[in-house]
Structure formats: structure tokens, C-alpha cells
Nanobody
């Protein structure tokens, strides 16, 4: 059974950093497209970054140069390093297994097979 468990969220001031983790079990995540998504308050869920089975990454324009996705295959864990955080980054962040549209973040959420439970990130001005 597939499980995705996010951790590492919290509250920081603008300009700060956080690192999110997504521990996967029940499958070898590195063979699949994995993505980080977020859902700001009152808004729809959106793609932040994805990484496919060949470790090719796709970033949303809003986070390019600030966020970095990485993975530790030995731990079956996905990470999202978030630097230079802004108040508009405030959201619940989810990791997910994406079965299609890995490199097209605008539609990737429609092709998620599994979601984690989410972790809250709050950035204050």
C-alpha cells in the first residue's frame, strides 16, 4: 500500500527557509514522477515542482531559483528546499505520485494517483 508522509512545515518570516520531506513507502518512488503541490488559502491546488524517473525537474515560474527538489533513494524520501520564502508561498504543501503530465505542472494535479496528507507552511511579512 502506497503511503506518502510529509513533514517539515512551519512558520517562518519572509526571507527564511524551510525544508520539506516526503517519506514514501509501498513503492520505489524514484521510478515514478513525483511532485510537490501547494494549496494556498481559498485557492486551488497548484503544481510547484516535479521530478521524473530520469530525475528531470520542472519548476513553476513562481519558485524558480528559490525552491529545489531533491531525493534520497536509499531513504525513499523526497525533499523540497525552500529558500527566500515569501508571504505568497503560504499554503498547505503536498507531495504526490503523478502518473501523467509530469512536465506540465498546470495540469499535473489532475493526474495524481496518490497524495500525502499535506504540511502547512506559513510565511509572515
Amino acid at each position: 500500500q502506497v503511503h506518502l508522509v510529509e513533514s517539515g512545515g512551519g512558520s517562518v518570516q519572509a526571507g527564511g527557509s524551510l525544508r520539506l520531506s516526503c517519506a514514501a513507502s509501498g513503492f520505489m518512488y524514484s521510478r515514478y514522477c513525483m511532485g510537490w503541490f501547494r494549496q494556498p488559502p481559498g485557492k486551488e491546488r497548484e503544481g510547484v515542482v516535479s521530478i521524473d524517473g530520469d530525475a528531470v525537474t520542472t519548476y513553476a515560474d513562481a519558485v524558480k531559483g528559490r525552491f529545489t527538489i531533491s531525493q534520497d533513494s536509499a531513504k525513499n524520501t523526497l525533499y523540497l528546499q525552500m529558500n527566500s520564502l515569501k508571504p505568497e508561498d503560504t499554503a498547505t504543501y503536498y507531495c504526490a505520485v503523478v502518473i501523467r503530465s509530469c512536465d506540465h505542472l498546470a495540469t499535473a494535479a489532475a493526474y495524481v494517483a496518490y497524495w500525502g496528507q499535506g504540511t502547512q507552511v506559513t510565511v509572515s511579512a
